[in-house]
């Protein structure tokens, strides 16, 4: 698909990070016209996120594009917490419900390579050394001025403009967008290496004592990537050229840490055999826990590190950006096509903004508990700590957390939730399950599937859940009967949905089968039949019911949403 032959205006991406990438991705993939600028020349040297959490996974998995991120990433499923040379806490990832329970070690700059790889296949490339000089919002468009790096300037008129500019954010710094929090006061050093060690390679280990904090992330092969605070003396550091943010090295204030540094810091903090050598990369850094006030300025949006900066504790800064991006994008394709109201792009402020300040504040909280030396802090972390990591419900709430498995927008006024027996709450993430497909869109075969498989992240998904074929049906064979009795209201309803939404809407009626490859319809899903499920591009459930009563309010819902000209109902209304 050639992107670029769409002759709408196009979407005005700033930034070709992780979250710049998955934007310019998620609206490619709706058929959106995109241009992705980044005023470096070459992406960033410096590793720094590696982890991928599994929901970051599963969208993914539905992007067609998992496969070679496990090839290349390593996998770590369990974290451990020291302090003081006793071990806290051990957390592993294995009960999640996910086909992915572990969290992915994988350099940033390879993770945007096999995004920039996908993207050139939807026929979007990158325009490096493009800079945005200005910009000024209009009633119908963005008036942009870029300059390349040989000086050539150039005038256009995007429709939107997504600031993934990174955390010095110069979209940001020109809305005029305070960006409100805290400097930690100490820095941090951050190393890759290789390091020998007596435990297994898929796990990772924290380690607090009373001189700060050690962590050692395995990245496959014994290579590890090292993460210290109070790393250096303010004393040591030069005066600062610009204010520091998280994930910029003080490459001009202090010279980069040496293997001796890391062996030090490891010598008096863990005790436990760590042998490190073979020095990659290192740096000192400053954290900063910031966030803007709001995401969306009429026609600009802030995302990633534009919008919010924190501590790297629990591998979440990265995972929400991109996760960030594939809200916002769906939104935009369907106000671009001029198939939605403009109102619906104020629910990815609605629905982000709690998750990244939770975030924050979660990241702040723990990273400010895993450095106490003193005072209720450290209580908390060496007295309450195990004895609240010994409760089953909390460990998988922890789980839940760290994995973003348990990110949610049931309060948002996208959702509409009905009680069924069991299975996802609007807003909620929709799981994978294995079924069997009685009939779906293109001519789909009746046969087994999975939905993960059946969902596609440019289209909405209205699953219509029915009752088991009968015993005596054999489920792979193309003439069997329909699972349930013909219903007129039923498909004069689903038929009216297809209508409201041309083209963006792929419908499946799927029931329960037995056999390998995910959990079951009933175990993901619950069991009441029939009813139905209709999935955001996004992977998140919009709406949920009883397919016989509920499916009248499912319409207005579209409508009112997804549709341009209807109107909000009361009960949801902004």
């Not at 070679?68 to 990433?73: M, Y």
């Not at 390091?195 to 904090?213: I, K, Q, R, V």
């Not at 990244?356 to 990273?367: A, S, W």
Request: aromatic residues 6%; hydrophobic residues 45%.
């Amino acid at each position: 698909m050639d992107v670029a032959a769409n002759n709408a205006s196009p979407v005005l991406i700033v930034g070709a990070g992780p979250t710049g990438l998955a934007a310019a991705m998620s609206l490619a993939r709706a058929h959106v016209p995109v241009r992705l600028i980044d005023k470096a020349m070459q992406p960033s040297p410096y590793s720094r996120a590696i982890g991928i959490q599994a929901r970051t996974l599963e969208l993914l998995e539905q992007h067609r594009l998992v496969e070679p991120f496990l090839a290349l990433g390593h996998r770590a499923r369990v974290a451990n917490l020291f302090s003081n040379g006793m071990r806290l806490a051990r957390l592993d990832f294995d009960p999640l419900h996910t086909r992915y329970p572990y969290l992915l070690f994988l350099d940033q700059a390879v993770t945007e390579r096999l995004l920039t790889e996908h993207l050139a296949t939807l026929g979007v490339t990158i325009e490096r050394g493009v800079e945005l000089m200005n910009f000024a919002q209009g009633s119908a468009s963005v008036q942009a001025t870029l300059r390349r790096a040989d000086g050539h300037t150039e005038t256009m008129r995007p429709s939107y403009l997504i600031a993934a500019d990174g955390a010095h954010s110069a979209v940001r710094h020109r809305l005029g967008l305070s960006f409100a929090g805290k400097t930690f006061e100490q820095t941090f050093l951050l190393a890759d290496l290789h390091a020998e060690t007596d435990w297994p390679d898929d796990e990772f280990h924290m380690f607090a004592s009373n001189d700060g904090l050690v962590a050692l992330f395995p990245m496959g092969h014994g290579r590890h990537r090292l993460i210290a605070d109070h790393a250096i003396e303010p004393s040591a550091m030069a005066p600062p050229t610009a204010p520091a943010v998280l994930g910029e090295p003080l490459l001009n204030r202090v010279p980069p840490p040496s293997l001796d540094d890391c062996k030090a810091l490891i010598a008096r903090r863990v005790r436990e055999r760590v042998d490190v050598s073979d020095l990659k990369w290192s740096a000192h850094f400053h954290l900063n826990s910031r966030m803007v006030d709001r995401l969306r300025v009429g026609r600009i949006f802030l995302a990633g590190d534009a919008a919010h900066v924190h501590s790297p504790a629990g591998a979440q800064g990265m995972n929400t950006g991109i996760q960030e991006a594939f809200n916002l994008g769906w939104k935009l394709a369907r106000v671009l096509k001029s198939a939605a109201p403009d109102r619906l792009l104020d629910t990815y402020h609605a629905e982000r903004y709690p998750i990244e300040r939770d975030v924050l504040r979660q990241t702040g909280f723990v990273m400010q508990m895993a450095e106490a030396d003193h005072g209720p802090l450290k209580l908390l972390r060496e007295r309450v700590m195990p004895v609240l990591a010994a409760l089953g419900p909390l460990r998988d709430a922890a789980r839940l957390t760290i994995s973003e498995l348990s990110i949610q927008y049931r309060r948002s006024p996208l959702t509409l939730e009905r009680v069924l027996d069991g299975g996802p709450r609007a807003g909620e993430r929709a799981p994978d399950a294995l079924v069997h497909v009685v009939d779906g869109p293109l001519g789909r075969a009746p046969g087994v599937g999975c939905i993960f498989d059946l969902h596609d992240p440019a289209f909405f998904s209205l699953f219509l859940l029915v009752p088991p074929l009968p015993v005596d049906d054999t489920p792979l064979d193309p003439a069997a009967k329909h699972a349930s009795p013909p219903d007129a209201d039923r498909d004069r309803m689903v038929a009216e949905i297809e209508r409201l939404l041309p083209g963006a809407v792929r419908i499946w009626r799927i029931t329960d089968t037995t056999g390998d490859g995910g959990p079951a319809l009933s175990e993901s899903y619950g069991r009441t039949r029939p009813s139905f499920y209709l999935v955001r591009p996004d992977g998140y459930i919009s709406a949920r019911g009883r397919t016989g009563t509920d499916l009248h309010a499912l319409l207005r819902h579209c409508e009112a949403w997804f549709a341009v000209g209807g109107e909000i109902p009361e009960q949801t209304a902004l």
